[in-house]
């Protein structure tokens, strides 16, 4: 990772340009890093990484409506170019949500990548629904600690589901206080056979780790459960064609994120009423971001990593 000065982008038609205050990292950052998702990504080079920031606005682009200079957002960059571990970035109006007063920067940076990947595994790959009105679903949380799964954990609880988590055994407690039911260390028999310890069957699994193979959660799930899946791997897909093919009420469901603005404003808007917190594993200045790149490869963070311009 080298640290180069480039100009100041120029928002064009419906982007708004921020002075950044925050950036968070995620896998997908690192993955584009190391020509994991070539030829697709990256889109161009010097590549800035990073698609979730937070700051305030510095210059609006034509056809902007919603905002205004000096006004604090958050916001997802397009992923095709990234750019966020830098002072100055380039974001789309439709992914950019205003930051209420009294929100720092920190607490929502996570969110768009991360809390938009658990929102989506759970509302619309399991169908719960998260104000609480629906029958009570068992859920399973894999990583749960980590930067989607510690958001799963909280929004599954809002949407009135029982939660059995996995996590190392250091984060146990934590996972507990984020609102998870019951706990497995990973590294125990039980933990690593993702039994339940109260003998549920899971009506859905949320999985954050990498792995763990199908037959390890076919026995655990309930008859059509459903595990979703939020970084596929090839043996995945082949999983996910096999059980349509088979017609079976057990499925394995790739998650591919697609954002929307409306469900990033509706997250926004927990951390402002204190019904979603983000846990910060650690910050690090810009100057030092090789250091953030190593933590978050390292795949052990609790909660998010952020850099800090």
Known sequence: MLHVEVPVPTPNKDEVLLRVEAASLNPFDWKVQKGMLRPFLPSKFPHIPASDVAGEVIEVGPGVKNFKVGEKIVAMTNPRNGGGLAEFAVTKESLTVARPPGVSAVNVVGLPVAGLTAHQALTQSAGIKLDGSDKKA??????????????????????????????????????????ADEVLDYKTPDGAALKSPSGRKYDAVIHCATGIPWSTFEPNLSPSGKVIDITPAPSSLITFALKKLTFSKKQLVPLILFPKGENLLYLVNLVKEGKLKTVIDSKYPLGKAERAWAKSIDGHATGKVIVEP
């Open 138 to 179: 068992n859920i399973l949380i894999t990583a749960a600690s980590g930067g989607v799964g510690h958001y799963a954990v909280q929004l599954a609880k809002l949407g009135n589901a029982h939660v059995t988590a996995t996590c190392g055994a250091r984060n146990i407690d934590l996972v507990k206080r984020l609102g």
